[in-house]
Each structure stands twice: as structure tokens, then as C-alpha cells.
């Protein structure tokens, strides 16, 4: 009897739980894509969407691989990694609340082109490929907002490329740590420098050096695998011009809203605001 009752008691906790964290996800500003689409549209999707927690490292969809689901971060972070040589990659994306991690369905293509690993552990929110396809072929607001946030992707891996090959790593560096921060809706980051290492193709020693440079400044804080952006506009000022602060979301809301933010961070443009930092010049990226 007392075993059925504590099975009985812990099927009640699991299942309030796994109430909570539905509830709390299916708040419609949790991931700000989903919040976009029309409030009747939004509802249809809940139902085909399945909470999840992910944890960092996990594999969400493996290069050239099938995709099985498509997920909506709420406050994880989730990078996006190309082979550049045989097991070697380099980060080109970052998906967080702004956006959907599976794009490819909604180009018509079934496969992976990247390999989606979590950055940040979170929750997410996960559909069916097969599910995905149907509500896609069914919704046009779904299918405006998720061409734009493609396109949103294709400009970030874009200007990554250009950005490794012309700036700091120091910069580089500064400018992800802020883009992370941004999608994870948060200043504290459980972050390693080996993560951070593999993810920028660079050794570990440059990620090390960076962040002692970028601390001894009062920008960041490190401590066992914890960091912390303490200073937001001096890392803004130390980071390269390829940094747009902008949610993308907000730029699919609004026309033009990454032309004008384009605008503004072109090269030779100050930041409004941005503080000056003097810092001590890295090497140029292992």
C-alpha cells in the first residue's frame, strides 16, 4: 500500500510540474516570434507544441541529418555550427527567444545545413517536423515571420564570416558575449571558455587571454564556468561594429527596422551613448 501511495504522490508531483512549466510557457511573450503571430494563430500552435528543457551541449539537430522537430527557444540559447575542416566547425548563428531553430522545413528543405547545439541551458518550446509542415503550409502570418527571421539568420552568418576574417578576436569575442546575452534575456551566463573556444574556432588560450583582458577592464566577470556581463556599454564600445543589438523579432514588426539599425552601426559610426574604453591591443585570433 505505502509503495502505490508514494507512486500515486509522486505521478501528482510530476504531472503539477509538468502543469507549471506549461503554463509558463505558453505565456505569449516567452518566445517572441510565436508572440507576433496573430493571437488566434498563436493559440492554434500551442497545440501542437511540447515543453521542453534542454540542457548545454545537447545535439538538436546534426548537419545534413533529418530534422524530427523544429524548437522555439524561450530562454535558451542554441548555436549554430558549420564544418570549416573535417570535425572542426565555427559558430555562424545563434538562435534564442527571438526565433525558431529548424529553418530549413521552412525553406522546403528536410535536412539540417548546420549542426544546433545549446548554448545556454533552458526551456524551449518543440513541434513535429511533420506538424511544422502542415501549420506552415496553412498560416501566412507563420510563413511571413519566419522568412524574415531567415533572412535575419542569413545576415547574421553573413557578417560572422566577414567578422572573423577582418576583426580582433578581442572584438569578436566581446560582440558574441553580448549576442548571447541578448537572446538569453539575461546579463549571467553559464558559459565555459572550452564552449566559447570551439564555438569561435579559436584555442582555448585565446579565450582565456580575452577574458582576463575584458575583466581586468571591469567589462565581465568570470568565475568556474559563470559569466557575467557587468558593463554593458563598455563591451558595446570594445566589440566590433558587427553587433546589432536589435531584436529581430522587433525588425520583422517593423519595416525597416534592420535597415535603419544597419544604418546606425555602420563602420566609422560612434555608438550614441557607447562609453570609451582603453584597452590593451590582443594578437590577432590563433
Not at 501566412?140 to 552568418?157: D, I, K, T
Request: charged letters at 20%; proline letters at 5%.
Amino acid at each position: 500500500m505505502f509503495p502505490a501511495a508514494r507512486r500515486a504522490l509522486r505521478e501528482r508531483a510530476r504531472r503539477a510540474d509538468a502543469a507549471d512549466l506549461r503554463a509558463t510557457l505558453e505565456a505569449p511573450e516567452q518566445n517572441r516570434l510565436l508572440a507576433a503571430l496573430p493571437r488566434a494563430e498563436h493559440r492554434r500552435l500551442l497545440s501542437a507544441l511540447e515543453p521542453v528543457t534542454l540542457a548545454a551541449g545537447d545535439v538538436l539537430h546534426e548537419a545534413g541529418a533529418p530534422i524530427r522537430h523544429v524548437y522555439f527557444p524561450v530562454d535558451c540559447v542554441v548555436c549554430l555550427l558549420t564544418e570549416v575542416d573535417g570535425p572542426q566547425t565555427v559558430a555562424t548563428g545563434l538562435v534564442g527567444r527571438e526565433g525558431m531553430v529548424g529553418m530549413p522545413l521552412a525553406m522546403g528543405v528536410g535536412a539540417s545545413v548546420a549542426r544546433a547545439v545549446v548554448q545556454i541551458a533552458g526551456t524551449a518550446l518543440r513541434m513535429s517536423a511533420a506538424r511544422f509542415s502542415t501549420e506552415f503550409q496553412r498560416g501566412l502570418p507563420l510563413q511571413q515571420l519566419l522568412y524574415r527571421h531567415a533572412q535575419v539568420e542569413l545576415n547574421l552568418a553573413r557578417q560572422t564570416a566577414a567578422c572573423i576574417a577582418s576583426h580582433r578576436f578581442e572584438q569578436r569575442l566581446a560582440c558574441w558575449l553580448l549576442m548571447i546575452g541578448d537572446r538569453a534575456a539575461s546579463q549571467e551566463m553559464l558559459l565555459t571558455q572550452g564552449h566559447l573556444a570551439a564555438d569561435l574556432n579559436v584555442r582555448r588560450v585565446s579565450v582565456t587571454s580575452a577574458c582576463v583582458a575584458l575583466r581586468s577592464l571591469g567589462l565581465i566577470g568570470y568565475s568556474r564556468g559563470r559569466l557575467s556581463i557587468l558593463d554593458r556599454k563598455g563591451l558595446e564600445s570594445v566589440a566590433c561594429h558587427c553587433y546589432r543589438p536589435i531584436d529581430p523579432a522587433d525588425a520583422a514588426r517593423r519595416p525597416g527596422g534592420m535597415a535603419q539599425q544597419a544604418q546606425a552601426h555602420a563602420p566609422g559610426r560612434a555608438r550614441a551613448g557607447a562609453t570609451q574604453v582603453h584597452r590593451a591591443p590582443l594578437g590577432k585570433d590563433d
